[in-house]
């Protein structure tokens, strides 16, 4: 080793492992290494949060390095807090428990790398810490024992391998705040065994009575996870009970279950979101967390939530176990948490369960209605679970946005109706597609395309009038073909139906647009944006010619500049830009957006455009071709 290379320095060592990570590897190699990965995630990112850095993540093993030994320590009880929080969900012989050692010492640092006696002590310690704990060495120790709120156990001198000294060991204890810092010295056993027995009988008697005392007056509370600020939130919080339902983790070993446990997710959402009682954020949002290491905080705050449910779905053959917490963001408490182990046909059943234990959590009173979506009436048998599964797989590429995923649905739409011919959500996913088609262009015969979703959205009618969606699909279909009353009368009963339902929502304030009534379109549209606050771009055009037709030009720059951030080739939110810039008097910008255009579709001709715009009032088209035409488009 170069002496040029490398650098002495004094820092703070942090290293993790996994308690009995051989067992767990023995047992289940894939669910083993999944979970790990998992949780070093988790690891790594509070690690930055606290201001430190990895420096290695060999095997089950975590190494990082903080200036600042109050920060390594702090850092550490987090990290045990949000992994206990998470071992809480699993079943006990799964529960991935790490251990953790802390050391200030004298390290060599080369590249990114550190070594030395200092690293070695910080991995022995972690080796002497229990199961969930924390043991920092004397040197540690000295910096934090008046600056953090712990109790700490002296637990003696100890000689550690590779180690000339005896290390003096201290067990940091996880408790909450506030708690007062001092040492609790471990003594060794005394000689004298009639002292010992009197010591023991006073002892006893202290103990009732201390027990009695704490469990009224002193009792402390569970550690707490770090709570959300109302505000630090990007929404204000609603006058209904919100909430927040993370997607499942998918702990069965098989990635092929994963669209399985989003089933499970979106059953439940959907469930919630036809209680008028409650906020219910639409699926789009949450999954945008699936698979990141998110804290409820952060959920809570960037959706505007006060309540998150999160856990987790083991199917294993026709068995499946079901995790599920509830916790209250601002107060970081569990309002509710159950496992279920159920047989695999039980399923829906036990999706609805789960829905009426959180809304009598959230104190929310269902109707027999609102308990249960009825997915058991439309996937009965092991068919119909494989025809559910498939679903869920085609809503993921509908979600994509991109022309291959929509064939890609399309393709399984068209699988669900040849295996479940009786089941109305193969006909309707179909539907939408056809819609989608016409919409964006993407059909050579559009009167073919238009037809077809007419005839699968009257066929989802009759098979079952319930379906939100399949009145949104039915009224943008109207739309489309300018019969605005019959339009509006759908987009009505779909929002009747869910009134938490974005799509619901967006898509009557788009009827309501080109029916010439767009003042009452806006509510709608912030209604939708605020229950999918990652929304896709179409909601933003949408909401972009609702503020443009009503005068409010540069809240209408706004929301079309969100559409493009979220799809910078939306033609639709180009030309609506260069219309509002020509009202505002800024033609110069209103041009480069029809440059925009023609750099997009080089064929783009606004006669044909203006064919296909289903506004009520012609005169509407008239002048919204004609304020197109002024930003440079023919």
Not at 5 to 28: C, H, P, Q, W
Not at 300 to 306: M, N, P, Q, Y
Not at 320 to 345: C, M, N
Not at 553 to 568: I, M, T
Request: proline share 4%.
């Amino acid at each position: 080793m170069a002496p040029e290379n490398f650098k002495r320095k004094l820092t703070a060592i942090l290293s993790a492992d996994v308690k009995g990570y051989s067992r767990l590897m023995g047992e289940d190699e894939e669910w083993t290494l999944r979970t790990l990965n998992s949780y070093k995630g988790l690891i790594g990112n509070l690690v930055g949060e606290h201001r430190g850095r990895v420096v290695g993540s060999p095997g089950d093993n975590v190494l990082a390095e903080f200036a600042s030994v109050v920060d390594a320590v702090e850092c550490a009880v987090e990290i045990q807090q949000v992994l206990r929080a998470k071992n809480a969900l699993l079943p006990e012989t799964r529960k991935m428990d790490f251990r953790i050692g802390i050391n200030l010492g004298d390290v060599i640092e080369e590249g990114d790398s550190i070594y030395g006696d200092g690293v070695n002590i910080a991995a022995r310690l972690e080796g002497l810490a229990e199961a969930g704990g924390i043991c920092i060495s004397e040197s540690a120790y000295q910096q934090i024992e008046n600056k953090i709120p712990l109790r700490y156990d002296y637990l003696g001198e100890h000689a550690v391998k590779n180690i000339a000294k005896p290390v003096k060991v201290y067990r940091a204890r996880i408790e909450p705040e506030g708690a007062t810092s001092q040492v609790i010295v471990e003594k060794k056993p005394g000689r004298i065994r009639l002292f010992r027995a009197v010591l023991a009988g006073i002892a006893l008697v202290a103990i009732a009575g201390a027990v009695v005392l704490y469990q009224f007056a002193f009792r402390p509370s569970s550690p707490k996870m770090e709570v959300a600020s109302k505000k630090k939130m990007a929404f204000p919080l609603p006058d209904q009970p919100s909430i927040a339902v993370l997607p499942f983790d998918n702990l069965s070993g098989d990635p092929k279950q994963e669209f399985f446990s989003d089933g499970v997710t979106e059953s439940i959402i959907t469930a919630l979101s036809k209680s008028a009682g409650l906020f219910v954020i639409a699926r789009n949002s949450t999954f945008t967390y699936k698979g990141k290491p998110v804290k409820v905080k952060q959920v809570s705050e960037e959706l505007g939530v006060r309540y998150v449910l999160e856990g987790s779905v083991q199917k294993s053959g026709d068995r499946v176990r079901i995790t599920a917490q509830l916790i209250d963001a601002l107060t970081g408490h569990h309002l509710w948490a159950e496992r279920y182990d159920r047989d695999l046909k039980d399923i829906f059943a036990l999706q609805d369960q789960i829905t009426v234990k959180i809304a009598a959590a959230l104190r929310v009173k269902l109707t027999e209605g609102d308990q249960a979506f009825g997915w058991e009436k439309y996937f009965r048998g092991k068919q119909g679970l494989d025809c559910y599964v498939k679903h869920m797989e085609a809503l993921n590429y509908w979600n994509l946005g991109t022309i291959e995923g929509y064939n890609e649905a399309r393709r399984m739409a068209e699988e669900i109706i040849t295996m479940c011919p009786e089941n109305p959500m193969g006909y309707l996913a179909l539907g939408w597609i056809n819609a989608v088609d016409l919409f964006y262009g993407l059909t050579k015969s559009p009167r073919e395309s238009i037809v077809k979703a007419m005839e699968l959205a009257q066929k989802v009618q009759a098979m079952d009038d319930s379906l939100s969606m399949g009145h949104s699909l039915l009224g943008f279909i109207y739309t489309t073909i300018r019969e605005h009353d019959k339009a509006i009368a759908e987009g009505e009963r779909a929002v009747a139906l869910d009134p938490n339902g974005s799509w619901a929502n967006q898509f009557l304030a788009m009827s309501l647009v080109y029916a010439g009534r767009p003042e009452e379109a806006i509510p709608l549209l912030q209604k939708a944006i605020r229950l999918n606050p990652f929304c896709k771009h179409e909601t933003f055009s949408f909401f972009g010619s609702a503020l443009s037709s009503t005068g409010r030009f540069e809240e209408a720059v706004s929301a079309y500049k969100k559409a493009l951030q979220r799809a910078p080739n939306n033609i639709i939110a180009h030309l609506g830009l260069a219309a509002t810039y020509i009202a505002l008097g800024r033609e110069k910008e209103a041009r480069a957006e029809a440059a925009e255009v023609l750099r997009i579709n080089p064929k783009f001709a606004l006669d044909t455009y203006a064919k296909a715009l289903p506004f009520k009032d012609q005169s509407a088209t008239d002048r919204y071709i004609g304020v197109l035409r002024k930003a440079g488009l023919n």
